[in-house]
Every structure is written in C-alpha cells, then in structure tokens.
C-alpha cells in the first residue's frame, strides 16, 4: 500500500476518532461477553466467569491506547504530552517562573553576545571574496606593524606576482568650504587601482587611473554616498563637477555607493566602517631614492590559489631586492589577512565573553535541573502509578524531556525578547571604533541560535530527572510515595554533584570577573603622565592654499594661543601635533648625537611631535629638567627639542641629557645641530601601555606643522570655553573648521573602553552565576533537610545540642562549597593562559583574587544554608516522632 | 499454570489472514478459531489481536464492518481483501521457507 493512501487513511481516522474509540469499545465489550459466556458455558458461576473474562482481557485502557497508537500519528501522543505537560507547568506557577526566569536571562545573555560575534566575527566582511584581501606592512623587531614608503610600494606593485592588484593608502583630512559651514572630512589619499582591490566599483563615475598618481595631473576627487547626499543633495550630475576642497577646486569624478566600509588603518586611525567623506588621487611626490619616509597602508587582493604565507615570502624577496638597491635597515614585510588585521584584536574578548556566557548557561542548565530533580522527587507518587498502569518506560522519558523542553523554549522565548535590549545596549557600551558595531543585529542567524540552544539546554536539563524518573521501581514508589519523604541517596548525590558544579563554574566566573576589575583599576590608577581633568582639545587644520610658509602657519598659532589665553577661565592653552592616546605614530630614524652614534646597521628611533610653548603645561605633562618652549624658539633661533624620559634612558641613562645636541644630517653645519632644553614626563602610548616609547618635541614656529590639536586648560567646566575657542578661531580666520571638540576625560575614558566593557560583562555574568549557585546550594541543603527532619528530631530528642545539628548542616553545606571552589579554582589555573593577553599589571594567577573568590563563595554557601540549617536545629522531637 | 508457547513473531498477521480465508469472523470469533484449530497450543492475546487488526485495516489487506451475530448481537466482522489474500501468499512462502531451514538445521545437527 502506498504512503499516501495510508496516511489519507490514518488522517480520516484521526477525524472519525470519537468513532473509533466507541467502536474499539464495543468490540471489545463484545469480546469480553463472549469469553465470559463461554467461562458460564464451562460451569463458572456468574461472577467467577466476569472476573476470568476480566483478567483474561487484561487492561481495558492500555489495550485501547496500543490500538490507537498502531492508528494514531506520532504526534497525536506529543500533542498529548505537550497538554499534559502544560498543565504540570501551569499547576505550579512558581517553579515554572524561577525556573523560565533563570533560563531566559541565560540564554538572553547567550543570545545577546552570540548577536556580537556574528556581526562581528561570523559574518563575512563587504567585499567580495574578502579572504582574498590581505593588508601589507613593515615589519622589525621595534616596529612589527610599520607602515610602507611609497617607492617601496611602487616597486612591491610593479614586481610581484602574487597580487591580482594593490593599492596603498593614507590619511588625507580635507576641509570642505564654499558651500555652508567649512567642514573637515574625514579623507585618505589613495593609489589607483584600491577599490578594485577591495572589489567595489563607483555608483557614478570611475575610480582613479594610474595617470592621477603622477604630480599636477589635475585635482580630482570620489565623494561617499553620505556626503553626496548630505552636502551635495545627491545631485546625479555631480560627476565632472567641481567643489572646494582646502581652499582649491577639487574634479568630482566618482561617488562610491552607500555600505563602501573602509577597511580600518593604523597609522592616524579612522576605524572600519561607512567612516570615510572623500578619496583623493595620492600623488608620488619627491625623490624615489630616499625611502626613509613611511607613511603608506598596504593592501592587496591575493591571484587565485595563492596563500598569505606564499604572497609574504615573494614580498620579502622583492624588499631584500630593493635594500639591495637603495640601502635600508633591514625591514621584513607583513603580510596579514584583512579579516583578520580588523577583528584580530578583538577576537579574544568576543570569545572570553561567549565562554563566560557559556557558563552561565551551563549553571542555569544545573539549576533547572536540580528543581526538576526536587519535582521529581515529589511526582514520584505520580510516576509510579502510571508505571503500575502500564505506562512504558519511553513514554515516561519523553513526558519528562516535553516538560523540560517547553521550559526551555518558553526562556528560549523570553531570552530572544530579552536579547534584542541587551544587544542595544552592549552595542552603546562598545568602544568607539570596535570594527564591524554597526553589523550587530539580533537577525534570524540570532534567532536560530537561541532556538537550538534552548533545545539543547532542555534535553541536558531534563534528561537526568527523565532518566531518573524512568529507572524507579513502581512498586516502593507507590508505598514510598504515601509519605512525603522519598529521595533515594543516588539522587541526592546526583543533585550535590549539580551544584559542586554551579559552584565550580561561578567560581570560575567570579575569578575572571575579579582579574578584569583589577586589570581595569589598574589602568584608570595607573599615571598617565597628563592631568585628563579641565581639559578642552579640539583639531584645526590649515588650509595648504592660504598658509602656504611656515611663517604663516606658526604665525596663526601664536596668535591663537595669545587670544585664547585672555578669554576669561583659561588657565593655559597650547597646540600640539598630537594628543595622548590618539593612536599617533609619527617616527624618525637615523639621527645621532654629538658624542654618541648607532652601531652599524642600526638606526636610531624616536617618535617626533610638534609643540607650542604651553602644550604641556596645558596638558599637565610634568617638566623633569631644563625648561619648557618659550616664543623666543622661533624659527631663527637655535634649534631645540624637548624629550621625555623614555628617551633620556634610553640614551643617557642616569645622565644630565639638558644641553645635549643631536642631528639628522650627515654633514651638519652648526643651525643643523637641536639642542635639548627639557626633560619632561613620560604619557603612554596606549593606555594599557607598559612604558612609553622615546619621543622628542619640536618647537612649532622650527618645524611648522598646519594639523594641531589645541589644548585648553580651564578653570571652571572646560564645555563653557568651546564656544570661546570657535571665536578666537573664527576672528582670525573665519574660513576654518573646529573639529573633534572633546573633554580630555573623554578621550582618557575611551581609551578605557574595551576593559571597562570586559570587566562589566564579565562581572555582569559572574553575579548571575553566584546567585545561581547559591540557589542550587539552598535547595539541595533544604531539601536534605526537610527529609532528614525525623533524624534531626530524634536526635534533638536524644539530647543533641541544638548547635551540633547545627553545625552538621553547615558542614554538609561547606563540603560542597569547597568542594566547587576546589575545582573552579583548578579550572581558573587552566585558562590562566587565555586570560594573560586581557589582564593589565595583574597576574592571572593573582593569589590575592583567588583568595577572595574562595572566601566570597564559602560566605555565600553559608549564607544560603542558614535557614535550612537553623531549621534542623529547630526540629521538633514530637513532630519527628508522629511523623513515623 | 503451565505457560503457554508464545506465537513465533510475525506469525500473528499471518494465522488471522489465513483464519479469514473460510468466512468472515469478528475478533473473538479469530482468538476462538485459532484457538481451536491449534488444540488449544496457541492463544491469541486479546492486547496483540487487536492492534493487530488495526495494522491489518491500515494495510488494506482486511476490511471491517458490523453486522448482527447468530445471537442478535452487534460484532464488527473483518474480511479479507484481494490485496490481504496475495499478502498471505507472501507471508506463506516466507513462512514455509523459514520453517524448512529451521528444520534442515535441526536434522542436520542431529545426524551429525
């Protein structure tokens, strides 16, 4: 017989079933008539042969199930189970929330952080083949990301075969005028050929051909789709028009389409993502055979079939070529996966957070369990019944694993709802500039994660009490099951397992919590060199076309400093080429000193920056020796540099460095020789920086740099000058754009972020975790106690002390304590590895968090067990005695 | 009590399709005939007969309807089909050949 006459069969059966069941009925009436004729027939007497017909018959009821079964659909019974179990769960209110509550604040949490790894990690970046594009850098043993020399690039392009093309690119900030308020973009210079790496292709226009990296080949310009829209009212023939870009007119000859990511840089930082305004042709300036300038990010779109590892072998071949040719010192290039270099760093932390979420989980999933196993013990009167009636042991598991399941799939629901809120929030608490924020949806990839882990968590929660239930004997459990008191001793070592291991994995939860707090104080204790509180900072640039002489721009500057330190509240004001922890990165090699030269083959290193008389006392940075800049450092006057401390040990260890004079020219004459006249403190690169590299200042008029940052130090609110510095700037040049006003506690905050948001998830998960485990622990304890109530009476009766029994809980209680905290401790030890690379002046294995997680989770343990235990103390010998 | 050999497994379809091939019978009518015919050896638990007849029904291979007994009773007769009359071909050959290697076996070890 084909299926589907067979199911057409069965349906209309399944329709008619009120018939089926009443003929079944009849039939075997009918059946148990005859048999009890024929026992009459045989010289039974009327009531004898009833009996012999009934017993013969066996039982009515699973005899009807058996025939509806071979009838039935399959999921006519889980329809069955599924009512059933719903009316279980709808019985006991208060279990059903506790335990759907748990589970959908776990699995919302999973959810949540599973939406940040997919947005971040999972989903493939925006470009097509992606895996194909890698990024390329230079690479020492000072310097393992260093950013490439254009000629170098140029020669890496027109030799090598491992490329489908390459491209390289810089950051290139322009100022947008005659057309509202001057704007500064956000804009990189870029060879021809990089959007082609990156496999996209202008909305209208073209991209930039080879003849636009020759010099004076005409201003040209491709626009964002943002900026098309935003200033230029999306205007379709914007192509070949032309705009005012630094004071210049500017070709439009393309607009990129909206979703064009940039693919993050180093070096002047704009982060990943829709981040950039403008692409202008990078024009191959200068002198191809001095190479000592690096300033060029690399990228590059690998040929078919050809590895990152064999296109960075091929590059280090063609660059020991090229120092061959032009001399060099000795740099390896890097060849890096794109993927990668965006979310390399942050790959770490995504998947700590995910194993932490993960043990969240795993705790919920022991809870749960324990209160089922508590239920079970009190269904077991239940169970035995219907196992005397016939139930087969299979249908019992699946009854069980149906309840556990729609727990599961109700927190399951709820933990979506709870999802979508959290992944709002964590997004708003990432730093600025995570690569990929913006690719962080709850999608259905989200969604099918939360159903399939709240499947799974149903299946391990409620396959113990299911198995456990399965395996009773029938016939103790129904004489059991008369009394309250019923939990055998393997389930009550199965339930102090589960919450040995809540305790565990908390433990474990409460340590890495505990070493990111420390990590994270560290960081906000640590000196960093500058005083972040009072502090205005805001970026100029001046345009190349009106401040064409150093004169110019040093000019401006003077005189933007003397405004600003009249306005009312200013304590000081200075400019500098950079601030703290903005990702600069400007270096210099191959000077020497006058009494003090590289070995050979090496070169000396330090990064540069230029500064005006009061950067650092507007700053806070503290003067160690010597003096600061004053305006007589002009541009005639002896050249001097400031240095910080780093460099002064790096170079004259325990020496008066103040009056030592360095150069970068091989055959200086006497102006070429800088003198240095401070000494000041040393701000660390990053943050989470263990020392700071060696840096030297410039006076500002000596090398005259038109991208400053101005810095205000106030004495009242610092927000109330903002308005007072876009005057000051305004009265000189009207033309110019205030840009990136921000608080230096901003900054410093920022730059703080990623610990922050590491130490307050994890700590987030740590707390749910304890008080997880401290409800397994009281309901394991509790019900112990409540089923050894008699024992305590007796005993009590006896003439125990109260405080004995007592203690005997308590003990019963700290074993498990320790016993979790034994191996969450070993566990912690364990991923001590993982965890180095996120910890900042504090060992993974720092004994003082171990100790304190130890005594914090014995404490709680405690905590928990009091009542019960005081309870035990209280027993009433009477009642004990009654009981029996 | 002494227990009563169990059916082989499978043979059950098998007695009831045979059983209906003289005239229709309700369900006690099967237990009681293969009781019969078998000297009282085989007895037909009530608990597999009518599952059994469920699966028969589904199959197609015997149809049921009621009808009134010699006693004016209501019973649900079942008859067998044209397609449950080849099934019992099948299932006899099957049976036959099974029951012919079990023999081989059983005389084969004997003379050895």
């Known amino acids: 017989m084909n299926p589907v006459s067979r199911f057409m069969k069965k349906l209309s059966m399944l329709l008619g079933r009120k018939q089926f069941s009443s003929d079944l009925d009849e039939e075997m009436t009918f059946h148990r008539d005859q048999a009890e004729k024929e026992f009459l027939a045989a010289g039974m007497s009327q009531e004898a042969a009833r009996y012999a017909a009934l017993r013969q018959f066996g039982n009515a009821t699973r005899l009807k199930e058996k025939s509806h079964e071979v009838v039935g659909f399959s999921f006519e019974s889980l329809m069955q189970d599924v009512r059933y179990a719903l009316r279980q769960l709808a019985s006991n209110p208060g279990f059903t929330a506790v335990i759907t509550i748990t589970l959908a604040l776990s699995i919302g949490a999973n959810s949540a952080i599973f939406s940040v790894i997919q947005g971040v990690l999972l989903k493939p970046l925006p470009y097509p083949h992606a895996e194909k594009v890698v990024r390329l850098f230079l690479s020492s043993a000072e310097f393992p990301k260093f950013p490439l020399n254009p000629f170098d690039f140029r020669d890496f392009r027109a030799r090598n075969k491992s490329f489908e093309s390459m491209a390289a690119f810089t950051r290139h900030d322009m100022q947008l005028s005659g057309n509202g308020q001057p704007t500064e973009l956000s804009g990189f210079a870029i060879t021809s050929g990089y959007f082609r790496v990156l496999g996209l292709t202008p909305s209208l226009g073209r991209e930039f051909d080879w003849n636009a990296e020759i010099p004076g080949n005409g201003r040209q310009i491709i626009l964002s789709d943002h900026l098309w829209r935003t200033r230029f009212n999306a205007a379709p023939d914007i192509v070949g028009h032309s705009i005012t870009l630094d004071m210049l007119p500017y070709t439009v000859i393309g607009v990129m389409p909206a979703g064009t990511e940039h693919p993050g840089n180093d070096y002047h930082a704009v982060p990943y993502g829709e981040s950039v305004d403008v692409w202008a042709p990078f024009e191959f300036e200068g002198n191809p055979n001095q190479r000592g300038s690096h300033y060029m990010e690399g990228i590059g779109r690998l040929k078919p079939g050809v590895s990152a590892e064999q296109a960075n072998s091929e590059m280090n071949t063609l660059m020991a070529q090229i120092e061959r040719e032009h001399g060099g010192s000795g740099w390896s290039v890097l060849v890096i996966p794109l993927y990668r270099e965006i979310v390399g760093a942050n790959q770490r932390m995504l998947l700590v957070l995910l194993g932490a979420v993960g043990m969240v989980l795993l705790i919920a999933c022991a809870n749960a369990a324990n209160l089922l196993l508590a239920r079970a013990a009190a269904r077991q009167r239940e169970v035995a019944v219907r196992l005397a009636l016939g139930a087969p042991c299979r249908r019992l598991i699946r009854q069980m694993l149906t309840e556990s399941l729609l727990i599961a799939l109700l927190g399951g629901g709820l933990g979506a709802a709870l999802a979508e809120g959290g992944v709002k929030a964590l997004v708003a608490l990432l730093p600025a500039g995570f690569p990929r924020a913006h690719d962080i949806h709850v999608d259905a990839a989200v969604f099918a994660f939360t159903f399939l882990v709240s499947i799974l968590t149903g299946v391990l929660f409620g396959l113990a009490p299911a198995l456990q239930a399965s395996r009773m004997d029938p016939k103790r459990g129904l004489y059991e099951g008369s009394r309250a008191s019923t939990g055998t001793t393997r389930q009550q070592r199965l339930r102090s397992v589960l919450v040995v291991s809540e305790v565990s994995l908390a433990c474990v939860l409460l340590i890495g919590a505990g070493l990111m707090l420390r990590s994270f104080l560290n960081q906000l204790n640590i000196d960093p060199g500058f005083r972040q509180d009072h502090v205005l900072t805001a970026s100029l640039s001046l345009p190349n076309a009106n401040y064409k002489a150093d004169v110019d721009i040093a000019r401006f500057y003077t005189r933007l400093m003397e405004g600003l330190r009249s306005v009312p509240g200013v304590e000081s004001a200075g400019a500098g080429s950079d601030l703290p922890w903005t990702g600069y990165d400007e270096n210099a090699g191959g000077f020497r000193f006058e009494d003090k030269s590289p070995p050979p083959h090496e070169d000396f290193h330090a990064r540069y920056h230029m500064a005006t008389p009061d950067y650092f006392r507007a700053l806070g940075t503290p003067l160690l020796h010597g003096r600061f800049f004053t305006d007589a450092d002009s541009k005639d006057a002896p050249a001097v540099v400031i240095i910080n401390q780093a460099m002064a040990n790096r170079y004259y260890p325990g020496q008066d460095v103040v009056g030592k004079r360095f150069t970068f020219e091989d055959h200086p004459k006497d102006k070429d020789w800088m003198r240095i006249i401070g000494v000041v403190g040393d701000v660390k690169d990053k943050p989470n920086s263990l020392g700071a590299e060696p840096a030297f200042w410039f006076s500002l008029p000596q090398a005259a740099n038109p991208d400053m940052l101005v810095v205000l130090r106030t004495t009242a609110d610092p927000r109330q000058l903002a308005d007072s510095l876009r005057d000051q700037v305004r009265r000189l040049d009207p033309s110019l754009a205030v840009a990136d006003v921000r608080l230096m506690d901003q900054v410093a905050s920022e730059s703080v972020a990623t610990p922050r948001l590491a130490f307050s998830l994890v700590g987030l998960f740590a707390g749910l975790a304890i008080v997880l485990a401290a409800i397994g622990t009281y309901g394991v304890i509790s019900y112990s106690v409540s089923q050894r109530i008699p024992e305590f009476g007796l005993r009590l009766a006896l003439g125990a002390q109260p405080t004995s029994v007592l203690r005997m809980v308590l003990l019963q209680a700290m074993r498990l304590a320790f016993g979790g905290a034994a191996i969450g401790l070993a566990i912690a030890l364990l991923l001590a590895r993982v965890m180095r690379s996120m910890m900042y002046g504090v060992s993974p294995t720092d004994p003082a968090t171990f100790v304190s997680v130890l005594a914090m989770v014995i404490a709680i343990a405690l905590v928990a067990c009091y009542l019960p235990a005081r309870r035990a103390a209280k027993a009433n010998p009477m009642d004990a005695l009654r009981a029996d | ?112």
């Open chain 2, 1 to 112: 009590m002494a227990k009563k050999p169990d059916l082989l497994p499978g043979t059950l379809d098998m007695l009831i399709l045979k059983t209906l091939t003289r005239s229709p019978l309700h369900g006690y009518g099967i237990a009681l005939s293969i009781k019969r015919l078998s000297d009282d050896v085989l007895t037909v638990e009530e608990g597999s007969l009518y599952p059994a007849l469920q699966r028969l029904l589904l199959q197609g291979w015997v149809k049921a309807e009621w009808k009134m007994t010699e006693t004016n009773r209501r019973a649900r007769f079942y008859t067998l089909t044209p397609a449950g009359r080849k099934q019992l071909g099948v299932e006899l050959t099957q049976f036959e050949q099974m029951i012919s290697a079990i023999t081989r076996v059983l005389q084969n070890v004997q003379e050895a």
